[in-house]
């Protein structure tokens, strides 16, 4: 197959003319540039072409009550005390449905590739379900059904405080022990490694309940002697597990440690959430004389497969160690902005080493191309100075360094031997006409938005066509899964 770009970033500046794209099963195998009309029988881009976009950190469930906390007053606490209520009405069935609107949402947007920060693992009162990854699995599937990869980020998160049991709201997310947690992420890394991945944009269209799921197509319950799955399946898995510290909170220095090494041992990412409150540096420096960021390099957590979430309250040493580890630093700046954490030093974290990611988080909007921004204007504010990150870098976050933290390098590039992931904006839209292809990158990061998408592929399948989502009725998929879910707001 070959596409055919107007135009495409390929790094850098400006656009490049004329990009045809030859693509074999999901990889990219030819980039050609300079080519004015498109070669007969390609698939047609029009306006500018990018790679598809990472969005390195989710936490799926909350896209339920976006705008809902903006109703009176509150604060951070205040709006997780909102966070743990629309997370008590999860079970493994509505949140597979509301986790597949969001992440066709996130198509949508241009997204082929989430890491989904996850931690409602357990019944509410903390019982295991019988399938003790039944969530897990059903947010997998969402992903697939959706058409897009995820990363799932399986988070440990044992206590409610610093050596605090967790609290009602919190006991769905503990394991109990971190030895517990192991043994359920073991089961759930092996499944996904075993599983083969569907094609994405041919996946069960109307029939979420009956989706892929990991055991279905487990190569290993396959009588022997049959045939090997088709390989447009078995050459496409869009699905990986990687783990998360959820936070210096919730998680001891001897625990962190702990799924440090089954991270390292298994060579997957491990995020955590890095001071993302002064309240958490102060507890940390309290209980431990050091910072979470110390916390963690002493725990074995810091290398370059681990991002450090937020990381709006550094120290001059803890973006020293992350900087040395080469670790990424995921900024999620419509949600710190949301939730009045501040603004991260990105300039300063990138000058010791550290690379950039962005993510949705809290889902208050679904935009990288506004987190992008956000993390250059934001820093002007703070800063009082200009230019702190160029639109090049900002777009590199977005992508080639977004799959990096999520553990696919092999995608983020238009480059031979990539992943076929791409999203193209229209140059029709009002914001985007009268852009010129010399400063390409700075006008889609300073001015494209989300509703500028038109098209997605992943894998060198389309997933979003002509503003649509060839699967999904995404909108009414939202609508009716936070209506059965109920509102974080319906009960006050
Ligand atoms: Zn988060």
Redo the contacts with the bound molecule.
């Keep these: 197959m070959e596409i055919w770009c107007e135009y495409a970033w390929l790094g850098g500046e400006a656009a490049t003319a004329g990009v045809v794209i030859g693509v074999e099963g999901e990889r990219i195998v030819t980039v050609r540039t300079g080519v004015a009309k498109a070669p007969e029988g390609a698939v047609v881009l029009p306006g500018y072409t990018l790679p598809g976009l990472a969005n390195a950190?989710s936490?799926a469930f909350q896209r339920a009550f976006r705008g809902k906390t903006e109703v009176g007053r509150g604060t951070f606490w205040t709006w997780r005390e909102e966070m743990y209520a629309a997370a008590a009405r999860l079970d493994p069935d509505n949140y597979r449905a509301l986790a597949r609107a969001t992440f066709g949402e996130m198509a949508l947007a241009g997204v082929t590739c989430v890491g989904e920060?996850h931690y409602v693992h357990h019944a509410p009162d903390g019982t295991p379900y019988e399938n003790p990854n039944a969530m897990g699995e059903a947010v997998i599937a969402a992903a697939r059904e959706a058409g897009i990869r995820i990363t799932l980020l399986d988070a440990c998160y044992l206590h409610g405080g610093i050596g605090e049991e967790v609290a009602e709201g919190q006991r769905r997310f503990s394991d109990g022990t971190v030895e517990r947690w192991i043994e359920r992420v073991d089961a759930l890394a092996d499944g996904a490694s075993r599983a083969t991945g569907s094609s994405p944009a041919a996946s069960d269209q109307a029939t979420p309940s009956t989706g892929p799921s990991l055991s279905a197509s487990d190569a290993a319950t396959r009588p022997a002697g049959s045939p090997v799955s088709p390989p447009d399946l078995a050459t496409r898995p869009t699905v990986r597990v990687g783990a998360a510290i959820h936070s210096v909170r919730a998680v001891g220095p001897a625990e962190a440690a702990a799924v440090a090494e089954w991270a390292n041992a298994r060579e997957v990412p491990l995020h955590a959430?890095v001071s993302e409150q002064p309240a958490e540096n102060e507890a940390s420096q309290a209980a431990y004389g050091r910072t979470p960021t110390e916390l963690l390099a002493e725990a074995g957590a810091l290398t370059e497969r681990f991002t450090a979430?937020?990381v709006t309250h550094p120290t001059e040493r803890d973006r020293q160690l992350l900087g040395e580890a080469g670790a990424t630093c995921c900024f999620?700046p419509t949600?710190e902005r949301d939730l009045a954490d501040g603004i991260g030093p990105a300039a300063a974290l990138r000058a010791a080493g550290a690379r950039l990611a962005v993510?949705s988080?809290?889902q208050a909007v679904i935009d990288l191309f506004e987190e992008c921004r956000a993390i250059e204007l934001d820093e002007r504010l703070a800063r009082l100075e200009r230019g702190n990150q160029d639109a090049a870098t900002l777009l590199a976050a977005a992508t080639a360094d977004g799959h990096r933290a999520l553990g696919w390098p092999e995608a983020g590039a238009i480059e031979r031997g990539k992943l076929a992931d791409l999203v193209s904006l229209s140059a029709d839209s009002v914001r985007l006409a009268g852009i010129a292809p010399d400063t390409a990158a700075a006008s889609i990061v300073f001015a494209a938005t989300a509703a500028d998408v038109t098209n997605v592929i992943v894998g060198g399948e389309f997933v979003v066509r002509d503003g649509h989502h060839v699967t999904m009725d995404v909108a009414e998929e939202l609508r009716r899964s936070i209506a059965d879910l109920g509102s974080a707001g319906a009960d006050r």
């Design positions: 950190h936490h920060f959430h979430i937020h999620c949600t993510g988080d809290s």
